[in-house]
């Protein structure tokens, strides 16, 4: 059996929904039981059915991405659709589930409460962190070491919160359920409440002594580092999720300006300065990208502000197939009067004298112009 939805359609978490519509009908076609040999045909056609009701409906798979596969058939089974359950980017409320959130909505308050981690609507992410990549990082993708800070189970008193875990044992007053129902009647009937139970905090557990380690809560904070994967084309504050246990982290990825590139989605744009004799007569030049250097024409007559197109020399489309492309905006540079040579005052004066770009040009002083004597 697959190990999640994408597992099953064989494709990766960022796959296309163009992608993922193409490996069902592929999938379907090699496991359909009606023209397939294969041994448990029915069994994959029915895995591979299921996986593409999930990862089809981008509500759903969005879901299914924050929950993880075990929390998001846990949340079908309860009867409900996850996808409208609100913010269910929520990976766990760790050991100790509080009871209580929900008021007097009983069942439906403790399932939001168990799968979502947290009250009833739904919760956040067990840490947050950031990290930073270059340019260069998100063209080619990279690997990057992420530090946070999460609740781990305290291993001095193996989660139970007891100082000696053997003594530790079932609570009485909820028998370890770690909540207590109230009824009393009111003018529209009886009313029954769900609240945390007093004598064990919720934790559905009772000792003697509370662990010094954790202080009794069975839980203690942990520093942790992973290495994580940033895909190629990610986009300035994309959350990535990462799956550690039951627990998710969100990784915010911010993304460096550039001293030369300018992003728009998958494009990139670069300004490459042109001396004058390059721009009337049109030149070769080399023009840096993010995948090295390039040779690129420069017609006969540009104008300042013209722009060029390297096609597929931009970034990776995240969410999509191929790349985009870097645009080149030639900019005509004007000397500085002061840096100019005495040949070439002669040179910008003989042309003035002529009347500019509305003379017609002598075949002498186009080859000096050629010569560069304008740089």
């Known amino acids: 059996m697959a190990r999640d939805y ?5 494709v990766s978490r960022d796959a296309s929904q163009d992608e993922i519509k193409s490996a069902y009908r592929e999938k379907a076609r090699e496991y359909h039981p009606d023209a397939s040999d294969h041994e448990n045909a029915q069994e994959k056609f029915k895995e591979i059915q299921e996986a593409y009701d999930v990862l089809g409906d981008e509500e759903k798979r969005e879901a299914y991405d924050q929950m993880g596969h075990e ?3 846990q949340a079908e089974k309860q009867g409900f659709d996850p996808s409208d359950a609100g913010g269910a980017g929520g990976a766990g409320a760790g050991r100790r589930r509080r009871a209580g959130g929900a008021g007097g909505m009983g069942g439906l308050g403790d399932i939001f409460d168990d799968l979502f981690g947290g009250g009833f609507g739904g919760g956040g992410p067990d840490a947050r962190t950031s990290v930073t990549v270059s340019l260069e990082d998100v063209y080619a993708g990279a690997e990057r070491q992420v530090s946070y800070s999460t609740q781990t189970e305290c291993a001095a008193c193996d989660g139970t919160g007891a100082a000696d875990p053997s003594n530790a044992r079932r609570c009485g007053t909820c028998g370890g359920a770690g909540r ?3 009824r009393q009647r009111t003018p529209f009937g009886q009313a029954t409440t769900v609240t ?4 064990c905090g ?7 002594e509370p662990c010094a380690e954790c202080r009794g809560e069975g839980e203690v904070r942990d520093n942790v580092t992973r290495t994580v994967e940033i895909p190629a084309g990610v986009e300035d504050g994309t959350t990535l999720r990462l799956r550690d246990g039951e627990r998710e982290i969100h990784i915010e990825v911010r993304v460096e300006d550039h001293d030369i590139f300018e ?12 001396s004058f004799p390059q721009a009337v007569f049109g030149d070769t030049v080399t023009v840096p990208t993010l995948n090295g250097e390039v040779e690129m024409e420069i017609p006969a007559g540009t104008r300042s502000g013209e722009k060029f197109r390297l096609s597929n020399r931009g970034l990776p489309r995240m969410r999509g197939r191929g790349r985009g492309d870097q645009y080149v905006r030639a900019e005509v540079v004007v000397p500085d009067p002061s840096d100019l040579s005495d040949e070439e005052r002669d040179a910008l004066a003989e042309f003035a004298s002529a009347g500019g770009d509305e003379i017609e040009y002598d075949e002498g002083f186009l080859e000096r112009l050629k010569k560069g004597v304008f740089g």
């Open 202 to 208: 919720g934790s559905g557990t009772t000792y003697d």
């Open 180 to 182: 207590v129902e109230q």
């Open 196 to 199: 945390e139970c007093p004598d």
């Open 71 to 73: 929390r998001f058939k």
């Open 6 to 10: 994408y597992d099953a359609l064989g």
């Open 263 to 274: 992003r728009d989605g998958a494009d990139i744009y670069y300004a490459h300065p042109v």
